[in-house]
């Protein structure tokens, strides 16, 4: 039998479906799942007629593989994914490749990066984005971990990647030990605001201007070309226009729940400790918490008040295509603020404009935006925080009236739009030359003699005060 060039562990949706890809760009792929009949399903299914081999167990696996070896692990986060190196490690062999193309945790990532290198294996923990669409016909690939492995994957990444439309592929090698999951756990931040604000919109459009679900698609489809074009805002307007069997709109018979698989929540836990504000994305994942509450919701629907006639003036439907182009922006920003912290704590040397190149196809938060973004960090890499490029402050500025009118218009009506809030408070508290911290640090002095510095003397110099003897 002719030797494999990489074994795939794992055949759910995204390791078939990139078993199938890498077959499709030439390569010879052998797969192993720890259910058989999973991989007969798959044999006889979707992979009939491919190059595809299938094995029985980790050894078989192992032993088809041509040298050095390539393993790609699809399995779920956490320990199955050690149960798995646990298993692999005893039968490779020094110089050969893991990658973990699962959603894992960035300190997973490095630990296992530094233990299978005493073993002399080069692990790759590699983020993967676009669903299983994108795992099936290119997803955005964001691989790092022991740079001695991208020489030997390079090429088979890079060809089974999404492509740009100036068809450089979506896939580059970004440092060393778990910045790929960390960049790919911000990816799926930003995907979290995005979602959330976009329902937001969706909200505003129904329960506040009383529109019809149609009637909010179209509103959706003006947006799709303009600078709202992207992925999340194509997918909303087919999502919108999914019917019942009685013709009913789909989405009106879905319950109004958020689920979350984490990453959301580590990236929240990230920008805590970096002391990044990403703000937005924080609504965003409470968002979905309140959600969860949903029967509590049902009861204090019955018991807390709130204005009387829930609307909004329909003028606000040119409002907040500003307002969700605005609020999108500072999700980026936030990201990227929270990325070039971590890159510094870390020592990964980031190149930022090459993290929003990765982001422009394949990946759930693709969008005409990202080449901005990327144009922006391409002239100052060191630019603090995107929102202060000249042509993305512009653009808020442009955005502003209108981002101002929505989140007044939504408080007003007591709909709650908390992502596109944060954002614009997020907005003014950073083009704020002077904010109310001096109160906090004159009250933290003032109970716990934390001290405080001065405007009129050097930073650094720690002051105190006896502020309840000198009290008048």
């Known amino acids: 039998m002719t030797a494999a060039d990489l074994g795939i562990v794992g055949l759910g949706v995204m390791g078939a479906n990139l078993a199938l890809n890498f077959a499709d760009h030439g390569y010879r792929v052998a797969v192993w799942n720890r259910t058989s009949e999973r991989t007969r399903e798959f044999l006889a299914g979707p992979a009939a ?33 050690d149960a798995q190196l646990d298993a692999l490690t005893p039968l490779l062999d020094p110089g050969d490749v893991i990658i973990d193309g699962g959603n894992s945790h960035h300190r997973d990532t490095a630990r296992r990066c530094d233990r299978l290198a005493e073993a002399g294996l080069r692990f790759v923990g590699m983020g993967v984005s676009g669903g299983a669409d994108g795992a099936r016909h290119g997803p955005s690939l964001m ?18 990647a999404a ?30 605001g995005d979602m959330q604000v976009i329902a937001e919109a969706y909200d505003l459009l129904r329960r506040g201007v009383g529109m019809t679900v149609d009637e909010a698609r179209a509103v959706f489809g003006r947006w799709r070309t303009g600078k709202l074009a992207s992925f999340l805002v194509d997918l909303t307007v087919t999502v919108l226009g999914v019917t019942d069997d009685d013709g009913t709109p789909l989405v009106d018979r879905i319950l109004d729940v958020a689920e979350q698989k984490g990453t959301g929540r580590w990236t929240v836990v990230a920008s805590m400790e970096e ?8 609504e965003a994942v409470y968002a979905r918490f309140v959600s969860a509450r949903r029967e509590d919701r049902l009861v204090a629907a019955e018991r807390l008040a709130g204005p009387e006639g829930s609307t909004v003036p329909a003028s606000v439907v040119d409002d907040l295509h500003d307002a969700l182009h605005a609020a999108r922006i500072v999700s980026y920003a936030q990201g990227f603020m929270l990325l070039a912290s971590a890159s510094d704590a870390y020592g990964w040397d980031l190149d930022l404009a090459t993290v929003a190149s990765l982001w422009r196809a394949g990946c759930i938060i693709r969008s005409r935006l990202l080449g901005d973004i990327m144009a922006a960090f391409a002239d100052d890499p060191e630019l603090p925080s995107l929102v202060l490029d000249p042509g993305v402050a512009d653009e808020l500025r442009r955005a502003g009236p209108g981002w101002r009118r929505v989140v007044a218009a939504a408080v007003a009506a007591g709909i709650p739009v908390p992502a596109m809030a944060s954002a614009l408070g997020f907005y003014d508290a950073y083009r704020s030359a002077r904010l109310p911290a001096n109160l906090i640090q004159a009250q933290r002095d003032a109970f716990g003699a934390h001290t405080y510095e001065r405007i009129d003397r050097p930073r650094g110099e720690a002051f105190h005060t006896d502020w309840l003897a000198d009290a008048p």
């Open 275 to 282: 002391a990044e504000p990403v703000s937005l994305i924080a």
């Open 163 to 192: 492509k740009a439309d100036d068809g450089t592929p979506c896939c580059e090698w970004l440092g060393p030990g778990g910045v790929g999951h960390y960049v790919k756990m911000v990816h799926n931040g930003i995907e979290y």
């Open 143 to 160: 691989p790092g971990g022991h740079p001695e492995a991208w020489p030997l994957v390079e090429t088979m990444l890079e060809d089974v």
């Open 49 to 81: 007629g491919t190059t595809i081999v299938g094995t029985d167990t980790l050894p078989e696996l192992v032993g088809v593989l041509r040298t050095p070896r390539v393993v790609l692990l699809m399995v779920p986060a956490g320990r199955p994914v």
